[in-house]
């Protein structure tokens, strides 16, 4: 049985991890730096989110966080089972290691996403209270 039952549990957990991460002083000026346009394809269920870390965001952001399909063009983006995702941001998952085995799929120049993977060291603490609080399984190692 897959963690996220519906597109609406994903949104409302990665999503909130996300929108806190573009709010976060430690994370979010990190990843404005990288100026890139991020989509992530999540299946079971299927849904979207994309980082906007190009344009301008809105006052108290320093990125903007799109849930759901939005016709920005974007950078890289990275698909993979939501399940995975879930695994990932709870530090289980080694990027490179999900790409090797196919577990996460990236277009784009995937160097731009590596740069960016220190910036990401607080969202691993972060992450697990966000899906706790959601009653959501966490994560053997």
């Known amino acids: 049985m897959p ?28 990843i404005r730096e990288g100026n890139l ?9 299927e849904s979207e989110i994309t980082v906007d870390a190009r344009n ?5 952001s320093y990125f903007t ?12 983006t990275m698909e993979m089972e939501a399940d995975v995702a879930h695994t990932f941001w709870f530090g289980k ?3 490179l290691t999900a790409l090797a085995r196919g ?12 740069k960016l993977l220190p910036a990401i060291k ?11 609080e959601r009653g959501l399984p966490g994560v053997e190692a």
């Open 3 to 30: 963690v996220f039952a519906t597109d609406r549990e994903l949104y409302d957990t990665i999503g909130t991890l996300f929108k806190w991460g573009s709010e976060d002083p430690e994370l979010g000026p990190k």
């Open 122 to 132: 607080p969202a691993y603490k972060k992450y697990p209270e966000i899906a706790r």
């Open 37 to 45: 346009v991020i989509r992530f394809v999540y299946h079971h269920p």
């Open 65 to 76: 966080v799109h849930l759901g399909p939005v016709d920005l063009k974007p950078d890289v």
């Open 56 to 60: 301008e965001p809105a006052p108290g």
């Open 93 to 95: 998952l080694n990027l």
């Open 103 to 114: 577990q996460m799929r990236a277009a784009g120049p995937i160097q731009s996403i590596l």
